[in-house]
């Protein structure tokens, strides 16, 4: 397959930047622009002049030579309209969540393969150079046995009417912690408040336990003077945090730890705290390698990364999560992957 032919779905937020990602893409070609807003559609047509535009998702569909279809468009929609992408025939990419219930994220999942199909969610974090590093840090054993790790996600920004910040801000986070930790997790749990809309939690707190002992935590609010992007990994021998908020020091490693206690300090546990690397890590756009990486599945048949049953499986723990929200945070066990 020499050019991938794809058309983006939902034209008003995340859209216009995949888009003008997929546009730009040597192996790619921006065939079609759909959007139920006529409106919004005419903004960019000036942009890209061989693409059709259309309000009509079926044409995507029912055009033969369309590889794959984008799907941007709001939550509730993703598992219907992906579901009809697949049926079609037409490799899928979708905005993070894959969908509001595991049960459909895990349809989405097995359809693709089912029919040999890519299907892709937008993880994007998964595949941002600094975090690429942290993994690469991880599994080379330079932090030793790891601990625990948390997320921040925070800003004094958008409040949404329709959804809280456990699912419009933990999709980031939560697709990170299980890539990092590469484990399923066996339970989970979650506390918040809604102060500024009823029944709409703008701050959570999620906590997310691992097979091997490893603890995630969550931290995730509208309501925050500070605007943060961090992801901290705490290990036996040395400690890393990417901060996506820095421009220069994405990625900070810690040559800091405790020291194993010995009879000689009696009941203390010494500290070590050694030199700190900033590796240098590459400017590109964490969004042009996501879109990269699904147009090279879509030609090569691979399985990327943040695959459907990645996907899903984020999708169980936020569902999880959120029983938990309305159940006074009581932990909510993860049962085996199910395919």
């Not at 699904?294 to 049953?309: E, I, K, S, T």
């Amino acid at each position: 397959m020499s050019r991938v032919r794809l058309g983006v779905v939902g034209m008003n937020y995340w859209g216009p930047n995949l888009a003008r990602n997929f546009d730009r893409l040597p192996g790619a070609e921006l065939a079609w622009c759909c959007d139920l807003d006529t409106e919004i559609l005419d903004r960019h047509r000036d942009a890209y002049p061989t693409t059709e535009f259309t309000t009509r998702y079926d044409d995507l569909l029912e055009d033969n030579t369309l590889d794959a279809v984008v799907i941007a468009t709001s939550v509730p929609t993703h598992a219907v309209l992906a579901k009809r992408a697949l049926l079609a025939g037409k490799h899928t990419f979708v905005e993070k969540p894959l969908a509001l219930t595991a049960a459909d994220a895990r349809e989405l999942a097995s359809l693709g393969d089912r029919e040999g199909l890519v299907v892709m969610v937008d993880h994007l974090l998964v595949y941002h150079p600094g975090l690429q590093r942290v993994k690469q840090i991880i599994d080379a054993g330079e932090l030793g046995r790891v601990y625990y790790l948390y997320g921040n996600r925070q800003n004094l920004g958008i409040v949404r009417p329709d959804e809280n910040a456990l699912w419009s801000l933990g999709p980031h986070d939560i697709s990170v912690l299980l890539w990092l930790v590469g484990e399923r997790p066996v339970e989970v749990s979650a506390r918040g408040e809604s102060y500024l809309q009823p029944g709409v939690e703008d701050v959570v707190f999620g906590a997310i336990r691992f097979p091997s002992g490893i603890l995630g935590h969550l931290h995730l609010s509208w309501l925050d003077p500070h605007k943060m992007r961090k992801m901290t990994v705490i290990g036996s021998e040395k400690m890393v945090v990417f901060d996506d908020m820095e421009t220069e020091r994405k990625v900070t490693l810690y040559d800091k730890g405790p020291i194993p206690r010995t009879e000689t300090y009696g009941e203390y546990i010494q500290v070590r705290s050694g030199d700190i690397y900033i590796p240098k890590i590459p400017g590109v756009e964490p969004l042009r390698v996501v879109c990269e990486e699904f147009v090279r599945c879509v030609a090569d048949g691979a399985r990327p990364l943040a695959d459907g049953h990645q996907g899903a499986t984020v999708v169980e723990v936020l569902e999880a999560m959120t029983t938990s929200l309305h159940s006074g945070g009581v932990g909510i066990p993860l049962g085996e992957a199910t395919q």
